[in-house]
């Protein structure tokens, strides 16, 4: 049981962290922090239905609100990294030389998914 909620502990954090290294990087996300979260200038055109002129007025109010939310969301990836990276520490020591190097050998291959996303994120955005 002990073990089982290690491994789980690990596995979790690992993919958290790897995650959130990801979205921490600037530049991620592309279309703005609403990138894909259903509140950009399409979404709500379709949903609601806008007129252009509404467009007209509705897309400052966002753009304006993007660089703020994309503040809050960088400072809540780094806290978030800062708690998953001493939650790795924590549980680094209790594991055997195997089960570290497992757990390096998935967290670079986390690392490494994660990279190959953003490139191919960057790639379409081109």
């Known amino acids: 049981m002990k ?5 789980l502990a690990a596995v979790g954090a ?9 979205q921490a990087q600037p530049g ?8 894909g979260h259903g509140f950009g200038l399409e979404h709500l ?3 609601l239905n806008l ?23 960088q400072e809540a990836m780094q806290k978030m990294k800062a708690v998953m990276d ?10 055997t030389a195997d089960q570290q190097k497992k757990l390096d050998d998935i967290q ?11 490139e191919l994120h ?3 955005q081109e």
């Open 3 to 7: 073990r089982n909620l290690m491994t």
């Open 14 to 22: 690992i993919a958290l962290g790897g995650f959130v290294v990801a």
């Open 28 to 35: 991620h996300g592309g279309g703005g922090p609403w990138h």
């Open 45 to 47: 055109t379709k949903e």
């Open 51 to 73: 007129t252009s002129d509404q467009q007209t007025k509705v897309q400052p109010i966002i753009d304006q609100a993007k660089p703020q939310i994309a503040a809050i969301h």
């Open 86 to 95: 001493s939650t790795t520490s924590q549980i680094r020591p209790l594991l």
């Open 108 to 118: 670079k291959a986390h690392q490494d998914m994660m990279n190959a996303h953003k």
């Open 122 to 124: 960057d790639a379409i």
